[in-house]
């Protein structure tokens, strides 16, 4: 998979639909899909992994898409994708439920 360098440097897209926005040192991650997001808890490392993921916190979409909660297949399938996507760019991110 290769993917497009990020305009904004916290802005990574991948070309399968999704993208993940780094908002803060311990803030945490945007993750889009389509016209859905959500805010998903992390805080930067350093080095060999560039972020660790709180996968808890992948619970649900933001407003109007909140009513149904993300299942455990969907959470695995989301922390996948955003492991893709910054490897594709190099980095690792660690997972901690």
């Given amino acids: 998979m290769t993917t497009q360098p990020p305009k904004n440097p916290n802005l990574y897209v ?3 639909g999704y993208s993940v926005e780094i908002v803060g040192w311990m803030t945490g991650l945007i993750y889009r899909e389509g016209s859905r997001e959500m805010l998903i808890d992390s805080e930067m490392l350093v080095l060999p992994f ?4 709180y996968t808890h916190s992948i619970s649900h ?3 109007s898409y909140d009513a149904v ?3 455990p297949e969907e959470r695995k399938r ?4 955003i492991r893709i996507l910054f490897r594709s760019h190099g980095y690792e991110i660690d997972t901690f439920p």
């Fill in 14 to 16: 991948s070309p399968e």
């Fill in 78 to 81: 989301i922390v996948e994708n």
């Fill in 61 to 63: 979409w933001k407003p």
């Fill in 50 to 53: 560039l972020l660790c993921v």
């Fill in 69 to 71: 909660p993300v299942t």
